[in-house]
């Protein structure tokens, strides 16, 4: 999710204010995926089921989530170009005023919205620990991943946890292994998802080679990751257990390498590099509704969670289990679309992304009220 960022679906900038929104240099296959996170989202909050069993869009949504949160934040540090040295002072004070926005909104939010976990408040930290790598080079940047992607699990299991898997340690201790360790979405646990989409970003995006590719290493780590379940006495060994909102090194090389070869394909089908062609065309207009919905996350998301808990509190009161009647996420879907889509034709960039943008660049506003 992109949260209050100008141009953050720009190949290449300098800064978080290189592109506008509707500029021909949008990477409209980010934009795109960041849709399907979100409706995933809504599939996986309002999916009518009896039980918490697994579904396709359980977990996998809200990776493909965090890993855009890397690319985006890559994007507007400068993309392919990191930002100079004498530049990146504040845009990394714009994301952290971003990120404590995030976490804000995220807490009243959960405390609206008591039948979802909220992701916001997770993202937001994500958005902090990602702030301390930002500027690493990309060879450095990929072994940091995978010594993450093992060391936090292995951390987390050091926690210890009651029978529902919340920790039970008490006061600051138990905040801080709540949110990085053992949460709903441990912002540690979590890291190479948004390291992996920083290196995307940082590879140009807008090159076919590097969508390809992104293609080719997502694919091999999901067959990887999900297949490790099949080793023999994988069922014994918990990093080997791929199943969502687990947090082990399985899961994360089998879901983040699903969130890379999603964004890599609909990189490659909208065309980032050859955006005139006319096959391309008719692939962005079929795929302009989701687009619209992915420019405005966090508008959508907000909406999303301010309106389904009454609707939660409703139908668990009538018998309901889990989610809700299909009816409801077929309309929220629908209406999502056509929202999004009118609202990017008539009237541009999401509220709350103009709203968040404006607050974390103060700087712009005291400079503006100086040149008057």
Do not use: C
Not at 14 to 25: D, K, V, Y
Not at 245 to 261: K, T
Not at 326 to 347: D, E, N, P, Q, S
Request: glycine content about 12%; overall charge positive; charged content about 15%.
């Amino acid at each position: 999710m992109t949260v209050g960022t100008a141009g953050a679906s720009s190949p290449s900038s300098g800064s978080p204010r290189s592109a506008p929104a509707a500029s021909s240099g949008r990477l409209v296959g980010i934009d795109v995926a960041r849709g399907v996170a979100v409706l995933g989202m809504f599939a996986a909050h309002m999916w009518p089921r009896e039980l918490l069993d697994e579904r396709v869009f359980d977990g996998r949504s809200a990776i493909l989530f965090a890993t855009l949160a890397g690319v985006s934040l890559g994007l507007v540090s400068g993309g392919a170009r990191a930002t100079p040295p004498g530049r990146r002072a504040r845009v990394s004070a714009s994301i952290a005023i971003r990120a404590a926005l995030l976490i804000v909104l995220g807490l009243l939010l959960q405390a609206w919205n008591a039948y979802v976990l909220v992701i916001l408040p997770y993202y937001g930290v994500m958005f902090l620990l990602l702030l301390g790598v930002l500027w690493l080079r990309r060879r450095l940047l990929v072994p940091l991943a995978a010594v993450v992607a093992v060391a936090a699990p292995f951390a987390a299991t050091l926690v210890p946890v009651d029978p529902v898997g919340d920790t039970t340690l008490s006061g600051l201790p138990g905040l801080a292994a709540d949110t990085l360790l053992v949460g709903a979405y441990p912002a540690l646990v979590w890291l190479p998802f948004l390291i992996a989409g920083l290196v995307a970003a940082r590879s140009d995006l807008a090159r076919p080679k590097t969508a390809r590719l992104l293609i080719i290493v997502g694919v091999v780590a999901a067959v990887v990751g999900y297949g490790a379940r099949f080793l023999p006495g994988a069922a014994a060994v918990a990093a080997l257990d791929p199943a969502d909102h687990e947090g082990m090194p399985a899961e994360i090389v089998g879901s983040g390498g699903v969130a890379l070869a999603v964004v890599g394909l609909l990189l490659v089908i909208t065309g980032a590099a050859r955006p005139d062609g006319g096959a391309t065309r008719v692939v962005r207009a079929l795929l302009a509704p989701l687009a619209a919905t992915g420019a405005q996350p966090l508008t959508v998301y907000t909406l999303h969670l301010l309106i389904t808990a009454p609707l939660f509190t409703a139908y668990r009161s009538t018998g309901g289990s889990y989610g809700l009647p299909l009816g409801w996420l077929v309309a929220a879907v629908i209406g999502t679309l056509v929202y999004a889509t009118l609202w990017r034709r008539f009237v541009g960039r999401g509220p709350l992304e103009r709203l968040v943008a404006r607050a974390s660049r103060p700087w712009e506003t005291r400079e503006a009220a100086l040149a008057r």
